[in-house]
């Protein structure tokens, strides 16, 4: 097994190797309220080792100011929409920042770590690949949403050429499973935040589960079929965001110039950017940056429903831990692989939006202390996702990771699994 | 047991003996986007039978659009926003309006009705005796929230002289229970909302169970010890809403001027609003107009939690449905009496919110139609309540009743009970 | 000529003959911010007097914060845009107020007053004058918007049946003019507000003046050359508005539902909402409710431009102070007669926006005290408005008034008078 | 005489000095919409030559969207608050547009320019020089708001070490002046923009105008006599702002820890940024980043008046063009020079905010075509400054020269001098 030194360096340096097609403009930028500067993620990452592990003399005492992110406990912060007017430290200045905290974190990890300090570490490493996946979303909003649509690397895609697998949908039974993760407590447990335990059981109704992702050309029959103008299929909160945003399809959908305003899939030719840039939407592939409204609506079109957590991890807890992650390098959702198993993609591709809303299992306790903050205040007006994406790491996912987004988001990776009741 | 000809007739009349103290101009005010003008109120119901129940020539046509509220199957409407400023037509012509409803229901309600219409006319009912809170709640924000506090009418609130009875908290096993309403298909079944179906299962943990609601004495401690001033007390988006709107306490409840800005607990005397005007407060009394974030916040600082609904309605099975609700006049929770049930104030004298998120039961299906918008569609970003408050119809509140607001709200009359894992 | 104390009980009396129409529900109501509920305009026009000229024990007082403006000097006060949730006190109360005041007066002003009280009570008549145009303004406003349109009062509009009377311009010879009123201090002028002083000499440059108000066929044709789509016919902000609030016309206008979205002057048929309801636009009448934004694209689409102040005034010196105003009871601006003078419609029928900023005049120094606060503290982003409207006072308007609103206004009854430079 | 290529070289290579301090990241940030990124200045002044004098092949299609200003007759544009988003093209590759239209640019210059020409590579460089005062505003802004108040460049600010010179009063007779611009069509005139012209006579009343610029001391008095905490002395717009944005000093005032919130100027110390970073106030320099708003109410304080524009030009028609400008590379106000003129300090150190609401001069005509936008469309709300600043420079600064910015602005080096009437 990989020791805690050779991890610690190995996604420190995954971090870099992901901003490295970008400028230092391209790192400066914030496009929008929800996303940060790449060059704020590289500093806050290390302030994170810093702050929680190091302690002692800091780098430069203006940082646990400008790269606090959300701790109460720590003090002020910089306003969140506020991190892209941060020109200074430079970009170098944050590299340099990121080695003196590596020199530092090495030397400590090279003369051995009390366990609650180890644990710290690995906090730490889980805490940079989750901000490894916002960099990449959040550079693919900023070069997405501008007006060139530039490239963040170049890119080949090739059509499956085949259509998707027939959806199916696979019963379960139901009956009481057990979720959730032991906990630190239970000794020799590998890592898990505090929001997957307390491990405990739950009970399902029968049900049945959907053999694959939605894929886009699925999803595009919903535009066609009127979904964006029809109030009936949607929550009321989400039918306002359509009103209000203008939605007409998923994040990163352009349709072609020939169509009416009102009838978005009437368009032959609809194209999506990647991160590889602009190009045909590819049926086959899954669909990606809906909202929790979106995924919702749909699955109301198709006479479906969204699965709770339970009763994906229920599924999942047998599933071969293994998909388009973040280490296939393809940083997009590809179509289902024919003759996979009954109830496949279960991980990477794309986060899948659950109906689940985001709460404390039953006996949640949150860590002591700042690193309380990190997941239990925000347990109100979220959904659980489940699964990881094509922008998460192999070493970051587990079958019982709960990520949350509000039900409006899009630039996230997120699609959709269908569940049903029994007819 | 009482004929719907009966019924119909004491709900409706009912109503307006509700707004009886209101002047035409009280009637006419939205002091919110919230809330919504008497008057609206009083419309809004009849057209509910109008358009449901009656159908054919309508008294007015154009009521369709003045006073359907969220029905997107009606079609276009009045902007909720915008109801304060229908000064036309009056309340005199609501009035006619009203009796000519009236009498068109009686007539038809004598003539018999089919099953479905039935099913209609109850349903009906259960919507105006929730306008009936509505009214209370909404006239309460605006005479509260006047530069003069005037009253609503006048009241003797006789303090209670003795302290509260002692919280304790009761031991609850767990297991499995069987929670929500049969459904109409079940027959015979008296009337209930579609989101209380389907009756089904759920694993509860073990647990305990606070024995009243908190007083305001005990809500005052939380102040006084700097509630609104510690974040890690709070949700993340509730110390937000802290902070943006200036919350020092409970909405209607008045510092005294002697206090440091910062320090609301230290006067000597907090007085509140109720609809018989402003008084000091009553320590015994259960603390009430506090939003979910509040309610959530006290019980971390009370070293417990809000229950969620499952457990609730474990014990609410048992316990017998009365109470401090609207039939009591009072207007106002009294405080718990001394001597009740293990677990008493299950009904009335206020919400109770729950941890659970308004979520749809496991095979949940809303009704055809437009009133398969009543429910349903709302079913996101909100906590279920439970027990109703002082102003709620004996006929209107059931043990399988979800109540729901969204978490930021104050204005209806919310309190808090409090629920604990085993230590 | 009429004794103060006639005055006094006209103009008061003038004041309820407007609300006359109006229930107590329609009297409560605020439209949007910039509009006072006419309840609101009763109390406040009351308030004025016991105020700066009663003093002594108030009627109520809570009714120094109620109705209190704007007069900082007086102390805090209802914010603006909350003056419709005054539900209480009743209209009943606000009349009891405006008879215990006027009776106050009445004895006062028989008693004999010295001079500078006197000027006080003249002031505060051409105060209520203002008030009452806003009564009509405000009423319009909130009946004008509402969905059904309904009437303030039953109204027959005759058509003039004829073309209007060519436009032409009229040279004027420039050079040194003097304006303005010579002021309180040189003892015996008739009254007028601190802004109309000094009196003072400006010089202009030969230019011509129009004969008559612009037509609402004249804006017509303007609409449908894509006035409103034209940017480069627009001032920067002006376009802002177009853009952001999506005007098409002038406000109360209605276009036929034929025509396409672009092209507003396609339709046949335009109606507008008068106080005596919606009916067809006459070609011939006046177009009014236009802001400054569309009053300076409109002349400079028709080759021309607004007049100054000064322009206006230097013509209007000579003028007979004659026109439709609120006396003649048509509420609405009439067509120009045919055979007027020169240059006619100076006086009535719509406010004249001017290219005038409202700027204080050379010499220019405030009333002393609270009422200073009255004219001069508003002299920024407002354009000057000169001759009065059909909802204007014989009493109140002169030659040198200057009215003054935020170039984005048009609820008020403004319309477009002509000039040119010589070619 | 210069030659107009040695001008242009001159003047584009003054721009780039400009921002030689500056990282591609300072380039790339836009601290507030009013504001914009140092690289957008760069593109779209180049831009500027190479679409309205160059024409032919454009160095990119798509600059045509992306630097086009505000330019209807252009066509659509990047948002102006969306310009810091732009982290593509690189400030490399502006860099090489720059160059490339320079190359272009001289050599057309090279091959002899028609006279129309000639005049629109006139207007090229003075658009070119206001955009140099952007970029040192602009980045002021940027790092004067930064948590860490970084540097533009390095600065020794030697304190004067004496008191000002004393502030007098000096009359100024009043009657018929000619100010103005003769405009373009005189032949043989130099440079002017069109809102200069047409020259015209004006009738000015006697006055008397100060000797120089308000000190930051005196200014200083101003704040403690409670100057930010009385309504009386502000327009009610300006109240506005004061309350709203929480204004108690000038922009870039920081006032010591010690004294009370409300009380700003019983601080012992006050520290202003400046491009070369934070130091004390130095009582004997111009107070400077002062809003209309705030020049209005300390002359209000003062018993003084601001001066109109026609009063300033008359003045400075025959003072010498020479001042504390951007060629002395104080990019600071100095104290005024004792010894001076009467009336002296009327160019650079702070534009002198006027009363003059921005309006055409009589008889004004805008620009033929596309740059007609220049001026024409923005005059409404906003106030004339004259004289220049210390970030202005010496070729593009005119006695007639006529800025303007709306009353709320304070990010621009905006000064006060003060003018009264007779006593």
């Given at each position: 097994m990989e020791g805690l030194a050779t991890r610690y360096a190995r996604v420190r340096r995954q971090t870099e190797t992901l901003v490295e097609p970008l400028s230092a403009e391209d790192c400066q930028v914030q496009s929008m309220p929800d996303a940060s500067p790449a060059k704020w993620h590289l500093a806050h990452t290390s302030w994170f080792f810093e702050t929680f592990v190091l302690g002692g003399q800091p780098f430069d005492p203006s940082f646990r100011f400008l790269y606090?992110?959300?701790?109460e406990a720590i003090g002020e912060r910089q306003p969140r929409a506020a991190r892209?007017?941060?020109?200074?430290?430079s970009l170098d200045e944050v590299r340099r920042y990121r080695r003196s905290v590596d020199d530092r974190m090495l030397e400590r990890l090279g003369a051995g770590l009390d366990a609650s300090t180890e644990a710290l570490v690995v906090l730490g490493l889980a805490h940079e690949e989750q901000h490894q996946e916002l960099i990449l979303t959040d550079i693919k909003h900023l070069l997405g949403t501008h007006p060139l649509r530039p490239l963040y690397r170049r890119d080949e895609h090739a059509e499956s050429g085949r259509g998707a697998a027939p959806l199916t949908f696979v019963p379960q039974p139901g009956g009481i499973v057990t979720i959730g993760h032991p906990g630190p407590e239970r000794g020799g447990q590998p890592f898990a935040f505090d929001n997957e335990s307390p491990r405990h059981q739950v009970l399902l109704q029968p049900h049945a589960l959907a053999s694959r992702l939605v894929t886009a050309g699925e999803y595009l029959a919903f535009v066609r079929d009127g979904g964006y103008r029809?109030?009936?299929?949607?929550l009321s909160d989400g039918w306002g965001h359509v009103r209000a945003e203008g939605w007409r399809g998923p994040l990163y959908w352009q349709f072609g110039e020939g169509e009416g305003a009102g009838d978005a899939g009437d368009a032959a030719a609809v194209s999506i950017y990647t991160l590889g840039g602009e190009r045909p939407l590819d049926p086959a592939e899954p669909v990606v940056h809906v909202s929790y409204y979106e995924a919702d609506a749909y699955s109301r079109w198709a006479g479906a429903r969204l699965p709770s957590e339970a009763e994906w991890e229920a599924v999942a807890a047998s599933a071969p831990l293994s998909g388009n992650l973040l280490g296939s390098g393809a940083l997009h959702p590809r179509a289902a692989p024919l003759g996979g198993p009954a109830v496949g993609q279960l991980f990477g591709d794309a986060w899948e939006w659950t109906s689940s809303a985001y709460s404390p299992y039953p006996g949640f306790r949150p860590a002591a202390g700042a690193l309380g903050e990190y997941n239990g205040k925000f347990m109100c007006n979220q959904y659980v996702l489940r699964g990881g994406s094509c922008a998460t790491s192999r070493t970051h996912i587990r079958r019982t990771y709960r990520n949350f987004f509000q039900p409006e988001k899009r630039w996230q990776f997120t699609g959709i699994r269908l569940a049903r009741d029994p007819q």
């Open positions: 606090n992110s959300y701790y892209g007017l941060l020109s200074r430290p029809r109030p009936e299929l949607w």
